[in-house]
């Protein structure tokens, strides 16, 4: 096969002694090579980025790989540019995407794609805008910009190969940063998140008058202008009390105009000075543990200790409230007096916020946090101190492991088992746990995975003696775990046989708690009003138009969501199939939940954490402190609210429908119920006397719930492991689900069939399927799906990935199966 980056131009071939492999944010199917000219040879870097075409396209792509070794079968181009003069990445993370690539069945550049802030990703599909008030005077541009800024005065915009065609030149991104910095034109699309330094004015005393006889003179002798010198004295109080003096806090403080401002800088009483500021303000840095970690604490503290020196990684079991975070500090602090750098990883963003908070307590300025809802621009600047060492410690999500760590010496998976460290869509669909424990490995360096709940995974690698494990099965404070009751919900009588929503053991035990002053927290996992709503005449539910499945009710928005694709539709007054307009709201979401609180107990401050509440970068952390501060008394949320967070004051924790939980068809359902449930009721009583849990379900005899009502880890995972074993499901297999789409029904369903019949041959005692999913329609793309439930021998899962590479091939080389999508998953959640 010719590679595409090979020289079609072979008349006059240039001499080239050395060759870069390129990876390009794209799913190919390998990695190109292209040449490097020799004027560049001493400045392309292993990691650095470098401009490629590709197909008529130019693109930011990473060198992986230097080599003098020249193609055989073809001549590849040149590179054309060198876009950084320092590495962005380091060697190991570039070990990390291959791994990734590899274990997960996907490309490096998707891997190269989910890893680099936006910033970093450039290609030719950039479009160059106009700057109207740039105005039409192009007298002091060079030849090259003066063309460009001329046709985006004419187009008033261009895209970058429009810019290649114009100069007719290979080096299109100098002169572009020139127009941008000269103002003449802007970037959208990619290049719209093109990192730039924060900029901020400062306000200083001119030299002249530093002497305070020369100052006092200054004062005294002041003549006209009374505003200026308000505007002066303004600026002396909050240089003596705060230091250093911007702009902006002046303007504001003083309440002067900028104009005011300017006639002090040009009587050269006052300097304006720009500087580069970060967009991300950090406390002074400064480490403080001032607690003591109680006998049991010390105790599991010596034992991880011990276990991370016999073992690279390490199962910390602690119940809730147990102090886990505590023992986190303690190693942080171990790692930074070593000069290493620390990585916690925790789930949610939600979590990040809270902890974040009570870290910085303790390490001030050398923690830093990363996820998704930062800026680009803030990520970039994260990413570079990172990639200087100057963070030391950074929290975040799972996309916080593809910083570029120097000196990584300890890695903290806080609640091991949550599915969310599990990316889902799209490529690469990593679980950032097990991506983390590789991770780590490059560097030598210890991995702790905690959790009360661990998954079952986990927890047998760590029986089994993969793992280290530490048990901490004391709350800090000696406080007992809380008391868990079954509400039978099969015993309340409701109107026209509706499910319970609160049921009358539940309202009292509310009521009981606000009277206390203390606070409650309700979880039913389903959010907006109701799921669906159905016709009380023939039973008629509207559906969505793109995925086969019903439509949420949303009360607030007044409209019906889909939650597979998230179109908005007009609520429905009149049945499709039967013309009546009467409806009945099925089952009940947080929304609902929180209305009808509102009715039970009009007195009581009631919020909503869920998907629909939460908005913008810092809204899970200003809800999050509302609680703490008791300014809510009942907090209604999906899984938001259990993972991990930690309040004083909640005395009850009320689990509105476990059968809902537990009513999925996965061979998970019960490790999931059994983790969500002991971690939703691990909010209460945390601090002070014991708290409460109630538990509505019309099967109060569920093996799980029993064991969740005893807090029995031990026994639901010796049970489950014993069933895993039975079936055959992992810990005791791997297993690869494929899934399948296309617009057309017939088709999906038999290129399914075609790549099931290419396994076969190899895997047939191994492969289940192909069927269609129970939901088989999303976003207009019919679904169909294959397992393979593999043993746990490494030649037999390379063999499997290397027969799905081959069948897919195979199967897109058919016309008819061309556009067929093909979804592995390792590992799936």
């Not at 550049?109 to 109207?132: D, R």
């Not at 008030?133 to 005065?153: K, Q, R, T, Y």
């Not at 046989?497 to 039913?524: W, Y």
């Amino acid at each position: 096969m010719s590679n595409p980056a090979s020289n079609t131009n072979t008349f006059f071939p240039i001499k080239h002694n050395f060759y870069a492999e390129v990876i390009i944010p794209l799913a190919l199917p390998r990695n190109y090579t292209w040449a490097i000219p020799p004027h560049l040879e001493k400045e392309v870097l292993v990691g650095a980025r470098v401009e490629v075409m590709l197909r008529n396209k130019k693109y930011a792509g990473l060198v992986k790989r230097i080599h003098p070794d020249a193609p055989e079968a073809f001549e590849p181009r040149e590179l054309l540019n060198v876009l950084d003069q320092e590495p962005i990445v380091y060697q190991r993370q570039l070990e990390l995407w291959e791994w990734m690539a590899s274990y997960y069945l996907c490309s490096e550049g998707e891997v190269m794609q989910a890893a680099l802030p936006t910033h970093f990703k450039l290609s030719s599909e950039t479009i160059l805008l106009y700057n109207e008030e740039a105005g039409d005077d192009f007298s002091a541009l060079d030849n090259d910009e003066f063309v460009v800024a001329e046709a985006l005065l004419i187009k008033k915009e261009l895209r970058l190969n429009e810019v290649q065609q114009l100069l007719d030149a290979r080096y299109v991104y100098p002169v572009i940063k020139r127009l941008i910095d000269k103002g003449v034109c802007m970037v959208w699309e990619e290049l719209q998140h093109q990192y730039k330094e924060k900029k901020e004015t400062y306000i200083l005393l001119s030299p002249q008058y530093a002497d305070e006889d020369a100052l006092s003179d200054l004062l005294n002798n002041w003549g006209r202008a009374p505003k200026q010198m308000e505007l002066l004295l303004s600026f002396l109080h909050i240089s003596k009390t705060e230091g250093e003096v911007t702009q902006a806090a002046l303007l504001k403080k003083s309440g002067a105009s900028a104009a005011q401002l300017k006639s002090l800088v040009d009587k050269q009483v006052l300097i304006q000075e720009k500087r580069t500021v970060d967009r991300i303000k950090y406390l002074p840095k400064a480490i403080n543990t001032n607690f003591e970690l109680s006998e049991a604490q010390q105790i599991a503290l010596g034992q991880v200790r011990a276990s991370l020196s016999e073992k690279n990684v390490c199962l910390l079991h602690g119940i809730t409230s147990s102090g886990k975070t505590q023992l986190y500090i303690k190693l942080m602090v171990e790692a930074l007096g070593r000069g290493e750098q620390v990585l916690y990883m925790l789930p949610e963003i939600a979590l990040t916020a809270q902890v974040i908070r009570r870290l910085q307590i303790h390490f001030g300025g050398y923690i830093l946090i990363y996820h998704s809802k930062f800026s680009q621009q803030e990520r970039v600047e994260i990413w570079n101190k990172v990639k200087t060492g100057e963070a030391r410690i950074v929290l975040g999500a799972r996309s916080a492991l593809f910083l570029p760590f120097d000196k990584l010496g300890l890695v903290i998976c806080d609640e091991e088992h949550d599915t969310s460290f599990k990316q889902q869509d799209p490529a690469p669909r990593y679980h950032a746990r097990d991506a983390a424990v590789y991770f780590a490995s490059l560097f030598g360096a210890k991995t702790l995975l905690g959790s009360a709940s661990p998954s079952v995974e986990s927890y047998y690698n760590a029986q089994s003696g993969k793992y280290g494990l530490v048990e901490l099965n004391e709350r800090y404070g000696n406080i007992p775990l809380p008391a868990i009751e079954m509400v039978d919900t099969r015993q309340v009588k409701t109107p026209n046989r509706e499910k319970v929503m609160v049921s009358p053991a539940l309202q009292d035990a509310i009521q009981a708690a606000l009277t206390a002053g203390q606070q409650v927290i309700l979880f039913q996992n389903r959010r907006g009003y109701s799921p669906y709503q159905v016709c009380q005449t023939c039973g008629w539910i509207p559906h969505c138009k793109q995925c086969d499945v019903s439509l949420s009710y949303h009360k607030t928005r007044g409209k019906l969501l889909c939650h597979y694709c998230g179109t908005v539709y007009p609520l429905v007054h009149t049945c499709e199939a039967c013309g009546n307009h009467l409806f009945a709201q099925q089952n009940f979401g947080t929304e609902r939940i929180e209305e009808s609180l509102q009715e039970i107990f009009p007195q009581a401050k009631i919020a909503r954490m869920d998907a629909d509440s939460i908005k913008g970068k810092h809204g899970h952390d200003a809800l999050i402190q509302l609680f703490e501060q008791k300014r809510v008394d009942i907090l209604v949320g999906t899984q938001m609210v259990v993972k991990g967070l930690d309040f004083d004051n909640v005395a009850l924790v009320g689990i509105l429908d476990a059968d809902a939980i537990l009513g999925f068809t996965d061979f998970r359902v019960y490790e999931r119920g059994f983790q969500l449930m002991e971690q939703v009721s691990g909010r209460a009583g945390r601090k002070g006397k014991q708290g409460g849990v109630l538990v509505q379900t019309r099967n109060p005899q569920h093996p799980v719930l029993l064991k969740v009502q005893q807090h029995d880890y031990k026994g639901f995972y010796l049970e489950e492991i014993e069933a895993r074993k039975q079936f055959a499901y992992p810990p005791f297999t791997r297993i690869i689900h494929i899934t399948f789409r296309h617009k057309d029904a017939n088709t999906v369903q038999s290129a399914a069939l075609f790549f099931a019949n290419q396994l076969k041959q190899y895997m047939s005692g191994w492969l289940i399927g192909p069927a269609p999913p129970v939901v088989n329609r999303v976003r207009n793309l019919y679904l169909m799906e294959l397992m393979l439930k593999l043993p746990r021998d490494g030649a037999t899962i390379q063999q499997a990935k290397q027969l799905i590479h081959t069948s897919t091939a195979l199967m897109h080389a058919d016309k008819n199966f061309r556009s067929v999508q093909v979804i592995p998953d390792i590992d799936p959640i």
